[in-house]
């Protein structure tokens, strides 16, 4: 009798145990779905530094090529997105501010405009374009926006994303 009821005993599981095998199955699935969207907006903002690097990069190569000639939109724009090759070129110019609203990745070079500086790049649209300022520098009071420089000193904007769909401006000294 006392090996019979020791049989029917380990034949399956008890509804205890089956739930705490569900509620540690859910905590594991709750962990990663609140893990993943961290990572990707890590990783896609990994790839914009790098791409901010690289257009860093092959403007400084453009300069030095072109015997420390300004860079613009017209002289230059081609040939550093060539070296790139992930932007549409926008025809920026002063009077429009390189203001980039469509939902395509643009790239555009424009001057500073005296002491008048460009703001650090806004909205949701902005995420996937960059702006070489020439005869600027990065401000050192507002994040992601520009001061007056030098002439031959350069400052590129971008941003990348923060949590909660945020934005965060970023300006790099070139």
Do not use: H
């Amino acid at each position: 009798m006392k090996n019979l009821y020791k049989q029917k005993r380990q034949q399956g599981f008890t509804i205890i145990e089956v739930l705490i095998v569900l509620a540690i199955a859910a905590l594991i699935l709750l962990i990663v779905f609140l893990a993943v969207p961290a990572l990707q907006r890590n990783s896609r903002n990994t790839g914009r530094n790098n791409e901010a690097a690289r257009v860093a990069s092959a403007t400084n190569t453009w300069v030095a090529n072109n015997n420390a000639t300004t860079p613009t939109t017209a002289n230059a724009g081609a040939a550093i997105l060539t070296d790139v090759g992930t932007f549409n070129q926008y025809n920026g110019i002063a009077a429009q501010a390189c203001t980039l609203t469509d939902n395509v990745s643009d790239f555009c070079i424009v001057p500073q405009v005296a002491a008048t500086p460009y703001g650090a790049f806004t909205g949701t649209t902005s995420l996937n374009d960059m702006r070489v300022v020439t005869a600027a520098r990065c401000s050192t009071v507002t994040t992601g926006a520009t001061v007056a420089g030098a002439t031959r000193e350069m400052a590129l904007q971008y941003s990348t994303e923060s949590g909660g769909g945020a934005i965060n401006a970023n300006c790099v000294t070139i």
